[in-house]
């Protein structure tokens, strides 16, 4: 297998891919794209299996595709996927949930980025490793997972961002302003309403000191190792939807640390089962979101039906490996 790769938010897939090098499940050759794909801001990663199939992940937010990754492939793995939109096409299918992390670091990680331009072919003895370099600048797997504890303190968690709509105009900024709305006045009815069991904010911003000074965090409180700490300890975590209605990251992090997941409703689909009541539990205002937390924190066995379920489905389809075994058509681990 052969693979040509752009930087971007792909360590999810590279991370996946190395541990599965790693296990000698595949073997994999790297090269680089031609110039005119080297692109940091794109992040869809052209995958060559050696019976000749060509598999396209796309890790973008917004349901379109790219033009040129379609024409290219036989399969086309879409994270911000809709039947709607991309049901038309056999090729087209959902890939699954999104996290940034890593499979390790290395002191030549700065290196990565001259190697992939100037190496013709980068064979399988040096390819997991190279992977590793590739993700780097995250935190590792094992900062994330964490089995089911029903004897989690009741606490609930929500960190959440706001975007400056000054930055686009039209339908695009009313969007914007209705999401930051939304996510205020979330973190202010739950702040009300739980008192010091609620944990959470939004991050520090020019935009957010402006428009929600009384709810941003400090600098320290968003960092990462701190975020992370914060979802292990909290019973309950709380998801919004992304910019484009995608699915965000945070959603997969509290699935794969084993936490009652509260969201907004998905609008892009997911392998699996993964709803209302399968995996999580969804609201769409404030006040259902503050009787939906509630109810958690007074039914301990729901609260942890949710996380196994929520952890279930991460084992099987959000996982690096997981994932990339099933993006790519490898079958169930042996």
């Known amino acids: 297998m052969s693979l ?3 930087c971007g938010h792909l360590t999810q897939i590279l991370a996946g891919l190395a541990v599965l090098a790693e ?6 050759a790297v090269r680089p794209l031609p110039p005119d794909r080297w692109r940091t801001d794109d992040p869809v990663l052209r995958v060559e299996l050696d019976d000749g199939q060509r598999v396209a992940i796309d890790l973008r937010d917004g349901t379109d595709v790219s033009a040129s990754d379609l024409d290219w492939c036989t399969g086309y793995r879409k994270r911000s996927y809709a039947t709607a939109a991309h049901g038309g096409d056999e090729r087209i299918t ?14 030549r990680a700065s290196q990565v980025a001259w190697t992939l331009r100037r190496a013709p072919l980068l064979g399988p003895g040096r390819t997991a490793n190279l992977l590793r370099l590739l993700a780097r600048g995250q935190p590792r797997l094992a900062a994330f997972e964490a089995g089911p504890d029903a004897d989690d303190p009741p606490g609930v968690l929500l960190v959440t ?10 339908e695009k900024a009313a969007a914007w302003e209705a999401m930051n709305e939304q996510r205020a006045d979330c973190v202010r009815a739950l702040a009300d309403a739980l008192g010091e069991r609620f944990v959470g904010g939004l991050s520090p911003s020019p935009w957010a000191i402006e428009r929600y000074g009384d709810l941003v965090l400090g600098d320290r409180e968003v960092r990462r190792d701190r975020y992370l700490a914060r979802v292990r300890s909290a019973a309950v975590c709380v998801a919004t939807s992304g910019l484009r209605s995608s699915n965000g990251w945070r959603l997969a992090e509290y699935l794969a640390a084993s936490r009652a ?30 009787r939906v937390v509630q109810g958690l924190l007074e039914d301990p066995d729901r609260r942890r039906a949710l996380a196994v379920a929520g952890h279930e489905h991460y084992r099987a389809h959000v996982r690096p ?14």
């Open 261 to 290: 997941v509260v969201s907004e409703p998905l609008h892009h689909e997911v392998p699996g089962t993964l709803g209302d009541g399968a995996g999580l539990a969804t609201f769409r205002d404030a006040d259902e979101l503050v």
């Open 23 to 28: 296990r000698g499940e595949l073997e994999v």
């Open 161 to 170: 961002r706001v975007w400056d709509p000054r930055r686009v105009s039209g």
């Open 94 to 107: 959902p890939l699954g949930l999104n996290f940034p992390v890593s499979h390790g670091s290395d002191w």
């Open 4 to 6: 040509g790769t752009a």
């Open 321 to 334: 490996d997981a994932l990339v075994r099933a993006a790519l058509g490898l079958g169930s681990a042996t």
